[in-house]
């Protein structure tokens, strides 16, 4: 079975930093696209960044040139550097991936989801 477990979540002052980090576990035959999403209360959930297994990158407008994604492959763990938080940063952050596993014998791709982190930017 399948598991993405996150951790580094808490609260920091405006302006500060948190580094997320997601790690995948059990059996699978490979992790394709890895990235996290947001939702603050009352929003819908957004995407924030996300990473393909090639390294290619991609990022939310309103957190470009802050946010920073990478993975290690070899760890199958994804990260996300936050630098100059906002209190509008403020949310429960998921981590999701797309990961192959062998369903009746054919390698299949799923989406999976973290428990969710909570990241506090005080003003």
């Known amino acids: 079975q399948v598991q993405l477990v996150e951790s580094g979540g808490g609260l920091v002052q405006a302006g500060g930093s948190l580094r997320l980090s997601c790690a995948a576990s059990?059996?699978?035959?490979?992790?394709?696209?890895m990235g996290w999403y947001r939702q603050a209360p009352g929003k819908q959930r957004e995407l924030v960044a996300r990473?393909?297994?090639?390294?290619?990158?991609s990022y939310a407008e309103s957190v470009k040139g802050r946010f920073t994604i990478s993975r290690d492959n070899a760890k199958n763990t994804v990260y996300l550097q936050m630098n100059s938080l906002k209190p509008e940063d403020t949310a429960v952050y998921y981590c999701?991936?797309?990961?192959?596993?062998?369903?009746?014998?054919?390698?299949?791709?799923?989406?999976?989801w973290g428990q969710g982190t909570q990241v506090t930017v005080s003003s």
């Open positions: 999701n991936a797309q990961i192959k596993t062998y369903v009746s014998g054919w390698p299949t791709p799923n989406d999976y």
């Open positions: 990473i393909r297994s090639g390294g290619t990158t």
């Open positions: 059990g059996s699978f035959v490979s992790i394709n696209a």
